[in-house]
């Protein structure tokens, strides 16, 4: 009661929902450090955008998913001026539905997982988005892409999850 809330997260899109409340703990929680398997940087493709692009080109959406995506960030855009559009890419933690726990559980189940390798993106853990997004509040509003440094496809980062599981699983 009293208290005005300076900031609100807003997440879109299905992977968001169940991941935001791990973002929400780990802003709050100034001290944490997690280790992970990329560094956050502000230099990443948004997801909706062609490889080719720049973050300062204008935005393109490929896909209907894409168009939904840039609607929210224009609706977002247009109902307050003083707004934060944070884009990121291929979201994981230790909680919740997430592609790093479900390669974990099938390489432990399995010999063998079969994953897609024409895509391409750039894994970033939760933590790491929580500490940038925190670090965003101190510069002008507007859009910023926060991700992990680099890119893989998902069948190369399965790989990269099961090695540093020690899981023998191909």
Known sequence: RGHRPFCQLQPLGDRWHRGHDVIRRQIEDRGAHPSS???TRRTARPPWAAASRSPTDQPAPLSAYGRSKLAGEEATAAANKRHFIVRSSWLFGATGHNFLRTMLRLGDEREEVTVVDDQRGSPTYVGHLAHA???LLELPYGAYHV???????WAEFAEAI??????DCR
């Open 133 to 135: 997004t925190r670090e």
């Open 162 to 167: 099961f090695e540093q599981a020690g899981l």
């Open 37 to 39: 398997l990329g560094e």
């Open 147 to 153: 991700a992990a440094a680099g890119d893989c496809t």
